[in-house]
T-cell receptor, first 115, second 114 residues
Framework: DSGVTQTPKHLITATGQRVTLRCSPR?????VYWYQQSLDQGLQFLIH???????AKGNILERFSAQQFPDLHSELNLSSLELGDSALYFC??????????????FGPGTRLTVL | GENVEQHPSTLSVQEGDSAVIKCTYS??????FPWYKQELGKGPQLIID?????GEKKDQRIAVTLNKTAKHFSLHITETQPEDSAVYFC?????????????FGKGTHLIIQP
């Protein structure tokens, strides 16, 4: 158990809908990263938040957004969902530095299925 | 941006034998190289990492080597056991170079034959 929690574990929804995925980092970690894992694209970095501020964006679509709250939990919002958005979504947390590259610990993931 | 290539995509070894997975990276600024193990239905688990000021690191049955000149790094698992069966991912990132996330290889499915 990495200490990172994600909810829900599974999510099934329809095209065009909007969903919110939630992540709670390890105690004391200020950085939260979101990743998408799919069969064709592999594991891809989406976005990084540090202590409530957005630090970097990776291959994140404009239909996707995220935020990190004062209690450090983070939410990933996916809107206007398409079939191709079906994937596993992971968050990872790392120690309280704003620079990347510290050990990242992954949560169990949310499996999103868009029908 | 960074590009990480990982080989092989599938590796089958007899229990007790060694397994080696290799990765290459493109960005010479990358200086942190973690390895993750992912079991079915679970998130990636950090198993070992290496920083660019070190050439080799060991932790019990696993070891990682880094060749900065050639831009490649490898994972070595000795005395493989059934519980080593999983998908392994290498990754790279430039620590201190910004706040980007990890760039991952495509993964290696390691199968331990009894």
């Amino acid at each position: 158990d990495s200490g990172v929690t994600q909810t829900p574990k599974h999510l099934i929804t329809a095209t065009g809908q909007r969903v919110t995925l939630r992540c709670s980092p390890r105690s004391g970690d200020l950085s939260v990263y979101w990743y998408q894992q799919s069969l064709d694209q592999g594991l891809q970095f989406l976005i990084h938040y540090y202590n409530g501020e957005e630090r970097a964006k990776g291959n994140i679509l404009e239909r996707f957004s995220a935020q990190q709250f004062p209690d450090l939990h983070s939410e990933l919002n996916l809107s206007s969902l398409e079939l191709g958005d079906s994937a596993l979504y992971f968050c990872a947390s790392s120690v309280n530095t704003w620079t990347s590259g510290d050990e990242q610990f992954f949560g169990p993931g949310t499996r999103l299925t868009v029908l | 941006g960074e590009n990480v290539e990982q080989h092989p995509s599938t590796l089958s070894v007899q229990e007790g034998d060694s397994a080696v997975i290799k990765c290459t990276y493109s960005d010479s600024a990358s200086n942190y190289f973690p390895w993750y193990k992912q079991e079915l239905g679970k998130g990636p688990q950090l198993i070992i990492d290496i920083r660019s000021n070190v050439g080799e690191k060991k932790d019990q049955r696993i070891a990682v080597t880094l060749n900065k000149t050639a831009k490649h790094f490898s994972l070595h698992i000795t005395e493989t056991q059934p519980e080593d069966s999983a998908v392994y991912f290498c990754a790279a990132i430039a620590r201190g170079g910004g706040a980007d996330g990890l760039t991952f290889g495509k993964g290696t499915h390691l199968i331990i034959q009894p």
